[in-house]
T-cell receptor
């Protein structure tokens, strides 16, 4: 399978705990994105990497959120001191160097439930 | 502030008929629009796009129409098939094209 891979697919945690999600993009894609989707809403942009550089962050990405892409390949999204409002589907996407504007390849997502 | 809006949360259509999904936007700076399709337990997948220099783009059974003066676009699927049953999102890239603004989606059900 050469698509975008996300792990874990589901995570249930208690409020106040830290969680980390991993995304493995399509190997030849140098652009990587994180989005969040809550019930009844469309995906909302969180952050964007080009290779290992984090070039854009949404104001939705509070200081409890940190994303990294240390070697320009896989990426992690960590949420510290989780809150119930963090419950959502976290989607990772990648796109190639010569991309069609907005054409992203999404993974299946990591669903977070904060109790 | 929802810059891309899909006002119909759901739509049901008989197999073989036309499905029309609508999308409105508020930001006149948007110059590219995309439709994504999402099946349950899967991520969204790109379906079709249109540049603002065009008013129509067709790809097989899927056609997107853009009316810039009305800030409105629509996706036509004809003939509709049961496998088209999914949630459809309209989206537009923001400045720099590094972030997409999505609508809230329309759930299409094609009835056999």
């Amino acid at each position: 399978d050469t698509g975008v891979s996300q792990n874990p697919r589901h995570k249930i945690t208690k409020r106040g705990q830290n969680v980390t999600f991993r995304c493995d993009p399509i190997s030849e894609h140098n652009r990587l994105y994180w989005y969040r989707q809550t019930l009844g809403q469309g995906p909302e942009f969180l952050t964007y990497f080009q290779n290992e550089a984090q070039l854009e962050k949404s104001r939705l990405l509070s200081d409890r959120f940190s994303a990294e892409r240390p070697k320009g390949s896989f990426s992690t999204l960590e949420i510290q001191r989780t809150e119930q409002g963090d419950s959502a589907m976290y989607l990772c996407a990648s796109s190639p160097r010569e991309k069609v504007p907005g054409e992203l390849f999404f993974g299946e997502g990591s669903r977070l439930t904060v109790l | 502030d929802q810059q891309v809006k899909q006002n119909s949360p759901s739509l049901s259509v008989q197999e073989g008929r036309i499905s029309i999904l609508n999308c409105d936007y508020t930001n006149s700076m948007f110059d590219y629009f995309l439709w994504y399709k999402k099946y349950p337990a899967e991520g969204p997948t790109f379906l079709i796009s249109i540049s603002s220099i065009k008013d129509k783009n067709e790809d097989g059974r899927f056609t997107v129409f853009l009316n810039k003066s009305a800030k409105h676009l629509s996706l036509h699927i004809v003939p509709s098939q049961p496998g088209d049953s999914a949630v459809y999102f309209c989206a537009a890239p923001g400045a720099g094209a590094n972030n997409l603004f999505f609508g809230t989606g329309t759930r299409l059900t094609v009835i056999p």
